[in-house]
């Protein structure tokens, strides 16, 4: 009997979720790779009427399966939310922009009117975003009040395509008299940096309906802040801003405070790991006390703030009869400090807002300001010729660099000796500037931190630095071949090193074999092949694995079809070493 009951429990949990219009296939876990494998819930949403939400997050979508449940979708005019987060574990980035199309073609053929679009937690990189760019353009769009990207690997390049999409979006809409109205933006992790942040800035600027605006983790630095900053004075509505662990230093800092002045309607504010400081930290209390009659929450943690600041803050909260939270943790009060802003708190009847303040730091030492103000004149040096290079390069090039800086972070990353933040900050997104703002020990700390007695690990790291590559920046171009000379010689030279192990991870990283672990391959670029091509030169790379790579490489596949004239380059390299050994 209580075998029935567990059975017929189970059976109505696994059955599909049809409640007030919405379709629910969440977190199934269902492997959906061609149309017989959707063949029932094409059935299904073919059999809702008013089907107004479609949930498909947590299970896994090909391309065929994708073009079946669209086929489905053609005729539901009424759909208006998609949660579509998570959808396609384990599928090749090639796959997913297929399958977006396919599916925003579906919706834009039936007229829906979109109001919720969350594609989160799918790594899609730049040509994830190009697959959503003319649903984004489109008529379903116009009235499109959340959008949730968070953790879609982007980049710059998605960045980019995505704030012209909302751009055009809003003035598509604005003709007809119904002005796109986007309430809600999420993009956390995604990599966007100053140049992301800053053309998504404009496009904010341009909506100015804006309600929450979540945007940690991305590595943006005070430029992109600052415009980040300037966009949020004209949607007055904000009510919640999250940046969280993006530095915003005390420019970035001061600009933001500036920003907050106008907006009396916010909320939340989260600020924390975003490196404040003492001067950006007072600048911020000062438009608390001045404003924000509604403020709940407020997070200026990890920001390296000193005692002095951190009573201003607490000063600055005093009358915000609707506060909630107060989080100052993981600053430089040190303990006379933290006992006085406890103290502070607990004047006004607001201690049990004040969150943990183990974490502490201890007060900073004059060295340390010091220190504090060289930092943001090397910041202001260092975005200067950031600009200059960046106005130098192709767009299409950056692009290339971001899709390959979102597949490489999938590729884990050697925990050995502690890692100074600047290598793993590399090691994790690699770009260019990361690697030569490493300076002259650059190849010495990076091969530090790689475990050269493991063949998959040395291959990995090897394809994260060649990346960053570029052919028409010597600076850059010598800077990646010193690092992985260094690197793979002493890999080479180590006893215990695998070097056909080696080759063949490379070749299953690089998608010209595959692996019985089914390891995704990162997306090859120009840079992995004339790194290579440098590399099998080298006295330290064994010569008898030369004819291996000159077989792979003169073999027809994709992975190598946008690397051209790099590849050509390789293999008369190859065959040349291989002729002369």
Not at 41 to 60: P, S, Y
Not at 486 to 497: D, G, H, I, Q, V
């Amino acid at each position: 009997m209580a075998t029935d009951i567990v059975a017929q429990l189970a059976d109505s949990l696994a059955k599909t979720a049809v409640e007030d219009g919405e379709l629910s296939y969440k977190g199934q876990g269902r492997k959906l790779d061609d149309a017989q494998s959707v063949e029932e819930m094409v059935k299904e949403i073919q059999d809702v009427q008013g089907l107004q939400a479609l949930r498909l997050e947590g299970n896994t979508v090909g391309v065929e399966a994708a073009q079946a449940i669209a086929k489905a979708l053609e005729n539901k005019g009424e759909l208006k939310r998609c949660y579509w987060s998570d959808m396609f574990t384990g599928r090749l980035r090639s796959e997913i922009p297929a399958a977006l199309n396919s599916l925003g073609d579906a919706l834009m053929l039936a007229g829906a009117r979109l109001t919720v679009l969350d594609l989160s937690d799918n790594a899609f990189g730049p040509d994830g975003v190009r697959g959503i760019e003319k649903l984004l353009k489109s008529n379903s769009c116009f009235s499109l009040q959340e959008l949730r990207l968070n953790n879609c690997g982007m980049g710059v390049g998605g960045g980019k395509i995505l704030a012209a999409a909302l751009t055009h979006c809003h003035k598509k809409s604005s003709a007809v008299d119904t002005p796109l109205s986007l309430k809600v933006f999420v993009a956390g992790r995604n990599r966007l940096e100053n140049d992301g942040a800053t053309a998504l800035a404009q496009a904010f600027q341009l909506i100015g309906s804006l309600e929450e605006v979540h945007m940690p983790q991305n590595g943006i630095n005070h430029p992109g802040v600052t415009a980040l900053a300037s966009a949020m004075q004209h949607n007055p509505g904000l009510r919640v801003l999250n940046l969280n662990d993006n530095t915003f230093t005390e420019r970035g800092a001061i600009a933001m405070a500036q920003a907050l002045k106008h907006l009396r309607s916010i909320q939340v504010i989260n600020f924390g790991d975003c490196l404040v400081r003492p001067a950006g930290a007072k600048a911020i209390a000062e438009s608390v006390s001045e404003g924000l009659p509604i403020l709940k929450e407020l997070n200026l943690s990890y920001g390296e703030i000193t005692e002095e600041a951190a009573l201003a803050v607490a000063q600055a909260v005093k009358d915000k009869d609707q506060l909630e939270k107060l989080d100052l943790n993981g600053n430089c009060l040190g303990e006379d400090g933290c006992k006085a802003v406890k103290d502070a708190m607990e004047s006004v009847n607001q201690g049990g807002l004040l969150g943990s303040l183990s974490d502490d730091e201890g007060e900073l030492d004059d060295d340390d300001d010091d220190e504090e103000e060289d930092d943001d004149d090397d910041d202001d040096e260092e975005d200067e010729e950031d600009v200059d290079e960046e106005v130098e390069e192709e767009e299409d090039e950056e692009e290339d660099e971001e899709e390959e800086e979102s597949t490489s972070n999938k590729m884990s990353t050697p925990t050995l000796a502690p890692r100074p933040p600047e290598v793993t900050s590399f090691l994790s997104f690699p770009s260019p500037d990361k690697l030569l703002k490493l300076g002259a020990k650059r190849a010495l700390l990076v091969q530090e931190q790689v475990d050269v007695t493991d063949a998959t690990k040395t291959a990995e790291a090897f394809l994260k630095i060649a990346s960053v590559y570029k052919e028409e920046n010597n600076d850059v171009k010598n800077a990646v071949l010193d690092t992985i000379d260094t690197l793979l010689n002493k890999a080479f030279t180590n006893p215990s090193f695998q070097g056909y192990g080696f080759v063949s991870s490379l070749l299953v990283l690089l998608g010209l074999i595959k692996s019985e672990d089914k390891i995704k391959p990162v997306l090859v670029v120009p840079g992995h092949l004339h790194a290579l091509e440098h590399v099998v030169r080298q006295d330290y790379f064994p010569k008898e694995n030369v004819a291996v790579l000159e077989a792979f490489m003169s073999r027809s596949n994709k992975a190598l079809e946008s690397c051209g004239n790099a590849r050509n380059s390789l293999l008369f390299t190859l065959q040349r070493v291989r002729s002369q050994s």
